[in-house]
Antibody
């Protein structure tokens, strides 16, 4: 079973850039779609976007102007960069494999707090 | 965006009960719907995809139905480990969206 693990700073200052990496293990990143999802403190879930192993992307329009995703197949990793963060970006960030009709499996999640 | 509305937002039940959670999409999504279970401190876990297909390893007491705009998740013979938050998610149209969740409590 593929496993995913998120990594990155847990605290980011307002107006700065949030960068996270997801490492895929027990399987190859090739030939699959990979996604980021976040969960706000009130428990709501928001799909952020996905990236194909070739590098093609599809972003949530609500974040598109601030968002970049990338993939490094040699490291079996994909990444998220979100610029100009505010307190509203405070959330648990999950990476997951995007299936045709679902997300599975998910990483364990990483909490990112935006605060000065 | 397609809005996905779950009801109820919370409910109480007992071990052995049958419970039903509903999910309504703001426009037709055929059977492009998934259900997830989330326990405290854990990531959501896929239960059902394509509205009614049980994910491998998920107990058969879980079932899903529906098509178009109205969907249900049913849990028969509720077990102690089933008390959790349940989310639905539409996979039909970008941006992909989730329901607000249903908290199932004792």
């Amino acid at each position: 079973q593929v496993q995913l693990h998120e990594s990155g700073p847990g605290l980011v200052k307002p107006s700065e850039t949030l960068s996270l990496t997801c490492t895929v293990s027990n399987g190859s990143i090739n030939n699959y779609y990979w996604t980021w999802i976040r969960q706000f403190p009130g428990k709501g879930l928001e799909w952020i976007g996905y990236i194909y192993y070739t590098g093609s992307t599809n972003y949530n329009p609500s974040l598109k102007s601030r968002l970049t995703m990338s993939v490094d197949t040699s490291k079996n990793q994909f990444s998220l960069t979100l610029t100009s963060v505010t307190a509203a970006d405070t959330a648990i960030y999950y990476c997951a494999q995007r299936r045709p009709r679902s997300f599975d499996p998910w990483g364990q999640g990483t909490l990112v707090i935006v605060s000065s | 965006d397609i809005q996905v509305t779950q009801s109820p937002s919370s409910m109480s039940a007992s071990v052995g009960d049958k419970v039903t959670i509903t999910c309504r999409a703001s426009q037709g999504i055929a059977n492009w719907l998934a259900w997830y279970q989330q326990k405290p401190g854990k990531a959501p876990k896929l239960l059902i995809f394509a509205a009614s297909t049980l994910q491998s390893g998920v107990p058969s007491r879980f079932s899903g139905s529906g098509s178009g705009t109205d969907f249900t998740l049913t849990i028969n013979n509720l077990q102690p480990e089933d008390f959790a938050i349940y989310y639905c998610q539409q996979a039909h149209t970008f941006p992909l969206t989730f329901g607000g969740g249903t908290k199932l409590e004792v």
